[in-house]
């Protein structure tokens, strides 16, 4: 087994085994994720782009993998902490084993290290960046000088380098089962539609369970550029707006928030997850700011203003909206329990409304799902009125 190293720019080392692509060093921002499943689906999630992720759950990699569960067209994350990575899976839909996944996929990986103590300092001392190295012939000093010259998370445009090159169509849908519904029975409270509508979602790093929930809602789904101008957007004539999750600095995606601007304008329902709703955020005039260490799990209490209902969701973000920098025709609609940041945005003249957390994902709760039958019900009163 290959030696490999966890060193952080303060100079911490942490010693395991290489279990990813061999003879590689990469830095990023170190988090941490407390999903006890999904290693695939954070693995291949666009929004994780540039970090170093460490899983709290000791056991990884039990099930094996399958390209089925890609959230993309590859492995996004720079770099994969684990306590324990499982070598031979047991799963009959796994094709591979974790690290066969990760050596195909070029990610550097690291195991047999303490991830509790990891999960503290970056509790403490807030998200830092590190790096992964397998490289025997560089110092603990050098790697730490390594991860001192990474990029900062903070003003850093990484959707630019995830979203896709050029437009494209999506059709396949979600399975019923993510709705709690047995196959061929209706959705209870969904509207339908004489025709189907046209919905553009705006990629900044967008999940494919995204796209097969608005699919199952009963749109078309075209998929355009994060950088795509309002004008082209609009001339599409689309019946709603997508705006996707995705990484980086939201306050750095300065294109998509020209665009997002000019669209709120018009009356068109309009729907954001995650970076998403941090860009409708900027795009309405609020501020966002970094948090400690984000919220990245399966498991976050969210509770809806307007009626006082809890859910839980799972969570992938570094930043939040300030509430307080909301302009006056804009509210908050959700918070989040643990530390009551801004978890949720709404119109109140409009039809535009976006949530901080990740509703498609459905961790085991499926709470949230009814966002995607709201924006639906949008679509078809605009429609209608």
């Not at 790093?205 to 309002?230: E, H, M, Q, W, Y």
């Not at 020209?258 to 609020?286: E, M, N, W």
């Not at 984000?294 to 209490?301: D, Q």
């Not at 945005?345 to 039958?373: C, M, N, W």
Request: proline fraction near 7%; glycine fraction near 10%.
């Amino acid at each position: 087994m290959v030696a490999a190293r966890l060193v952080f720019a303060d100079g911490t080392v942490f010693h395991g085994r290489s279990v990813g692509a061999p003879g590689k060093t990469v830095g990023g921002e170190a988090v941490f994720n407390t999903g006890m499943t999904g290693y695939q689906e954070v693995l291949s999630d666009p929004s994780y782009c540039g970090q170093i992720v460490t899983l709290t759950y000791p056991e990884v990699g039990n099930y094996g993998c399958t390209d089925i569960d890609l959230e993309s067209d590859r492995a996004q994350v720079a770099g994969f902490v684990m306590r324990n990575c499982c070598h031979e899976p047991s799963n009959f839909r796994a094709t591979e084993s974790l690290p066969e996944f990760l050596k195909r996929q070029g990610i550097v990986a690291i195991d047999g290290v303490d991830t509790r103590a990891i999960t503290r300092k970056l509790r403490v001392s807030g998200a830092m960046n590190a790096v992964i190295s397998s490289d025997e012939a560089a110092s603990d000093a050098q790697l730490a000088d390594a991860a001192r010259t990474t990029p900062s998370m903070s003003g850093l445009d990484l959707a630019s380098r995830v979203t896709c090159a050029k437009p494209y169509t999506w059709t396949e849908p979600s399975s019923p089962a993510q709705f709690g519904q047995p196959v061929g029975s209706p959705l209870p409270g969904w509207p339908t539609f004489a025709k189907r509508p046209h919905v553009v979602a705006i990629d900044c790093g967008v999940k494919r369970n995204i796209l097969r929930l608005l699919v199952s809602c009963g749109f078309d789904v075209t998929v355009v550029p994060a950088a795509t101008p309002a004008a082209d957007i609009l001339g599409r004539k689309p019946d709603g707006i997508f705006l996707s999750n995705g990484p980086g600095d939201p306050a750095a995606t300065t294109a998509t928030i020209a665009t997002v601007k000019d669209l709120i304008r018009t009356d068109l329902p309009l729907f954001g997850i995650c970076l998403g709703h941090q860009i409708l955020g900027l795009s309405y005039g609020a501020t966002t700011y970094k948090l400690k260490f984000g919220h990245r799990g399966a498991n976050h209490p969210i509770q809806r203003m307007a009626d006082g209902v809890v859910e839980i969701a799972s969570h992938n973000h570094g930043f939040a909206v300030d509430p307080a920098s909301l302009p006056a025709d804009v509210r908050q609609s959700h918070v989040n329990l643990n530390d009551r940041t801004c978890a949720g945005i709404e119109h109140t003249k409009k039809r535009q409304f976006s949530v901080q957390y990740h509703p498609e994902a459905a961790p085991g709760p499926a709470d949230p799902l009814y966002l995607f039958r709201q924006f639906a019900q949008h679509i078809a009163g605009s429609k209608a009125g």
